[in-house]
Nanobody
Framework: QVQLVESGGGLVQPGGSLRLSCVAS????????IGWFRQAPGKEREAVSC????????YSANSVKGRFAISRDDGKNTAYLEMSSLKFEDTGNYYC??????????????RGQGTQVTVSS
């Protein structure tokens, strides 16, 4: 059974940092491309960053470039999203997904439930 479980969200002040984790089970993460997405209340889903099977980071939203970094630990079958210099507008539910095209970073076949990130002073 394919599963993706996120953790690491929380309440953080502007300028702070968080590291989100996405543990995969039921498949080998290294055999697929993975992405992080976020959604805030009343807003459309936004692709944050994607990581290709062989090609590393393939996509980063302009709004997070230079602040967020996606990575993968094959030994732990886990993907990460390192977030720094967080802003109010980064608030949202962040979830990881198994993406079909990491360069487009758009469509996916499985996703996790997500972890809430709230940036507030």
């Amino acid at each position: 059974q394919v599963q993706l479980v996120e953790s690491g969200g929380g309440l953080v002040q502007p300028g702070g940092s968080l590291r989100l984790s996405c543990v995969a089970s039921g498949f080998t993460l290294a055999d697929y491309s993975i992405g992080w997405f976020r959604q805030a209340p009343g807003k459309e889903r936004e692709a944050v960053s994607c990581f290709g099977r062989y090609s590393g980071t393939t996509y980063s939203a302009n709004s997070v470039k230079g602040r967020f970094a996606i990575s993968r630990d094959d030994g732990k079958n886990t993907a990460y999203l390192e977030m720094s210099s967080l802003k109010f507008e980064d608030t949202g539910n962040y979830y990881c997904a198994r993406v079909q095209n990491p360069w487009q970073c758009k469509d996916y076949d499985f996703r996790g439930q997500g972890t809430q990130v709230t940036v507030s002073s």
